[in-house]
């Protein structure tokens, strides 16, 4: 994306009096996280967690509770085999695909009230805005709430945008088992549990049987960079490449007293250097590398490990430089484990996840873009450059990244406090959540302008 | 212990007849494996680990046989309130106190068939060696088979001579609980597993009660130094000093595809770090670092761990160096966490064991080291000086930790397969048996001589 070859689209005149509600915004994301709050943290009625595992009997509520909401205001609600829900509020041209807003509304174990919620209800909002302005939008526009997001519940990230972009088939994904079990000692399908609450759709899992004009995600932005530079709203070009490997190092266990130093084939020393030399490595390409799980056998003060089994998640803007990144890791850690451990370790690779770049529609980026400008454009000048929005690549995935393949799609990131997500306390004010939605809204209304003027209409 | 300052003790006159059996030996070392052989590795019926715990229903087995095995060689046969089973054979004169050898017969869950038994079934055919021979000592032999010296049952290593010795509280250790739930759903303690199994004796477990002259004890190297210089017994000076930590590294759970490395507090990568440290750290003392336990929270690839905790122990032979090793761990890994680990760390130390070094007793040393001297005397110089003995320090503790704190003590090492020990296939040569008992038997009856020559008798 290079903004000088985009014209620079300013429509202020025809969205100024569109509006998003702060108040009303919060209220339905805290009134929403009734169903499923936990892990209290404050005294405050909103100082809590989420725990809203998905398909469970919280996310009954809060997709019974997405029904209702959107129907209250006019719109056509549909549920797809995956219990993907899709409200429409339809344009002027009501055979023309929707141009969609979505996120998810299940939440990690230890979650917070933002990630995927805000999205949702960023999405809601904007609805509701047009709504209440009797505004009559060139083409359809819609909102989507996607099925197990977080893959926390039913272990596949996305699954449910990924059966409706063909990428994930429908059997796969219905035959997910639930990652602990249940009440009654059993693992429930994710069909069964679709099931159970009433959610498995008639209609088809496919962007054929639904297809989208184009998509707009809202998310936090999960990471500390904007609050880091004082600016307030993420245009988000694509998504980063990234790779997981679980590697496994093998040793031998022998006693920690009476084994010298040069006679040992210490798995867990072996495989600390191997940790310390990722981070370089990936650090000298400006890139990523983090090992969140770590696992030692036999496990005993004085004896070393036999083995040692840790995971290796690299990143990288750039998927040659990821390659890089993979490849001198590869020869680096061979070299440890062989000359550098002493008697020598051995290695064994497994490569868990291979996602490469995602790169995000022009035009959707330049919705966003433009609507961030307009939206910063009052606003004190915080960042140090005066800019308050930035292009961003990011970090995680989302179920844009489905969407991205079959439409036109680009997302909206907002301040994350801290960086911190995935946690109870994960934050974003209500002047970022209202920043953002009103992004949202503008980038969709931008989309469905230019689409028209296009004559795709 | 400097050799030049003792006397050389030489009776080759009187003990050349007394020769251990190689047969005989290592048939009542594997007809005991039977009780409590585990993990078989080879179609041999020896090639079997162990896993005989402490006071469980094998370990009723072997003690059982230990008792008839020395009642059948006219010895006379004790047990005290820890289960600590002795067997007196007795002298010319019968009041002095005797010289014990000993060792254990509880083995790890994944142990091997010469840890402790190689000691117990040593000294049993030292025993039956003067039996056959009607050799009259001077004072009375005996051995002892202590309990639950692994510690893998009941978390309390050599708890039994330690209790002996008083070191530890009796109370403390009845009252040890098992680690692992009984069949029957239940932790039970060690003394409700005495009683079970019929050896809570009678006798106090106290030095006090059952006092040794002297303390010889047979063990496995359990380290490759040995079998690398090509030597054949160990002359054990005495323990190196250990101390084992709980170290807690504590950063931040952010998510690893959206936080940069500047922005990261990421507990993994830090303890890494020190754990390659402190290898750093030990190696340039000349003293020795492990970490064999390692647990990370919350323990998902695509996060990084808010919370690692590890243990670290840390060897030296001279309490001094320790000191030095723990003070500079101490100052760099503050280092490592605060300036060295992009946002910072917090740490916590736990000191869990400060063992201090032990020094075996000069008498009971040159026992041991003159008896390897005739042992070794004859057989080819395998090693590159020609020397087949070796002045030594265990790496590892054992229960001559504890009787040396209440008599003259000293151990025999001998040559363990690659160094391996804790492990089914852990090995020691039949012909190194041979040698090993042969040095304890000579070793004693130097010891006993020597003690008729001072007029201790």
Redesign the interface.
Known sequence: MNGSKHSFIRMKHDYAALKVKQDRLMDAIHNGCKFGASHRYGDDPTETGMARMSLDDSDKQIRDWFKSSVESIGCVHSVDQMGNQFALRPGKNKQAYPVMMGSHLDTQP?GGRYDGILGVNAGLEALRVLHEHDVETEGTIGLVNWTNEEGARFPMMAVASGVWAEAVPLETAWNLSEVSVSNDGTKKTMKQELERIGYLGQQKASYKEFPFAAYFELHI?????LE?EQRKIGVVEGV?A?K?FEITVRG??????????Y?RM?S??C???L??EA?KI??GYDG?A?????N?Q????????HTVTF?L?I?HKIDEKLSQIEKECRSRFQEIAANESEKGCSLEWKE?VDSPAVKFHEDCIAAVRDSAIEVCEDLPKSASDGQLWKLMI????HDACYTNRRCPTSMIFTVTK??????PREYCSPEDCELGAQTLLGAVLRYDKLRAERGEL
Chains 1, 2 share one sequence.
Request: aromatic letters at 4%.
């Open positions: 230890t932005e999960q990471g500390p960079i880091m980063q990234f997981w031998r266990d022998t006693h920690a007293g009476t084994t010298p130093m006679a210490d867990m020393l495989a600390a250097k940790i310390v981070n990936a650090k990523l983090t090992t969140g799980i770590l030692m036999p496990g005993s003060i004085n004896t070393m490990a995971t998640d990143r868990l990011s970090g995680a995935g801290d960086g911190i997500s995935h946690n």
